[in-house]
T-cell receptor, first 115, second 114 residues
Framework: DQQVKQNSPSLSVQEGRISILNCDYTNSMFDYFLWYKKYPAEGPTFLISISSIKDKNEDGRFTVFLNKSAKHLSLHIVPSQPGDSAVYFC??????????????FGKGTKLSVIP | DGGITQSPKYLFRKEGQNVTLSCEQN?????MYWYRQDPGQGLRLIYY???????QKGDIAEGYSVSREKKESFPLTVTSAQKNPTAFYLCASSRTGVGDDEQYFGPGTRLTVT
């Protein structure tokens, strides 16, 4: 059973417009959420994160919103640029046993920004 | 330059052979992780290690083995017992395995078994 879901496998957006990538989770024990960006044949790179005590975190063109009651988070990219075209993974973590954190990833959303 | 290296980028093996994927980091991170990615799938955790000489199974450890004899190295062996070994393998590390530390990923190794 998937605990982190990205229901849109792909998204196309015009350059300069807003990209909104969505992520839903089912495990109420998750308390830290991250977004990773991945280009083909490369490892993911960390983009932005949010703790469950916040509902918004902003870093330049990237903003992550967290709605704990809905178990939903979203990544907003404004304005979108062609270089943003990549696969975006949502990830969540909870504390296990002796305090170790493991990440659970969604399946990813492929964003294409059209010039 | 600090970072995580994985070699080789592409690896081909015959069915029935064990193969070891290398992962090295010079970030002085305590924790290291191995994931595999299949087409249309998210990353799934194979093994992780919070500290030298210690490692734990992840969600899909069957058919894999690891060692953590040195802080900077976390090799993954794909054994012949792994039923579907062809995949993209990603190694990651984080400063600690405790707390809200981001994981930093290597470039990955694409393994093809025929």
């Amino acid at each position: 059973d998937q605990q982190v879901k990205q229901n849109s496998p792909s998204l196309s957006v015009q350059e300069g417009r807003i990209s909104i990538l969505n992520c839903d989770y089912t495990n109420s024990m998750f308390d830290y959420f991250l977004w990773y960006k991945k280009y083909p044949a490369e490892g993911p790179t960390f983009l932005i994160s949010i703790s469950s005590i916040k509902d918004k975190n902003e870093d330049g063109r990237f903003t992550v919103f967290l709605n704990k009651s809905a178990k939903h988070l979203s990544l907003h990219i404004v304005p979108s640029q062609p270089g943003d075209s990549a696969v975006y993974f949502c990830a969540a973590s909870e504390v296990y046993g002796a305090g170790s954190y493991q990440l659970t990833f969604g399946k990813g959303t492929k964003l294409s920004v059209i010039p | 330059d600090g970072g995580i290296t994985q070699s080789p980028k592409y690896l081909f093996r015959k069915e029935g052979q064990n193969v070891t994927l290398s992962c090295e980091q010079n970030l002085n991170h305590d924790a290291m992780y191995w994931y595999r990615q299949d087409p249309g799938q998210g990353l799934r955790l194979i093994y992780y290690s919070q500290i030298v000489n210690d490692f734990q199974k992840g969600d899909i450890a069957e058919g894999y083995s690891v060692s953590r004899e040195k802080k900077e190295s976390f090799p993954l062996t794909v054994t012949s017992a792994q039923k579907n070994p062809t995949a993209f393998y990603l190694c990651a590390s984080s400063r600690t395995g405790v707390g809200d530390d981001e994981q930093y990923f290597g470039p990955g190794t694409r393994l093809t078994v025929t």
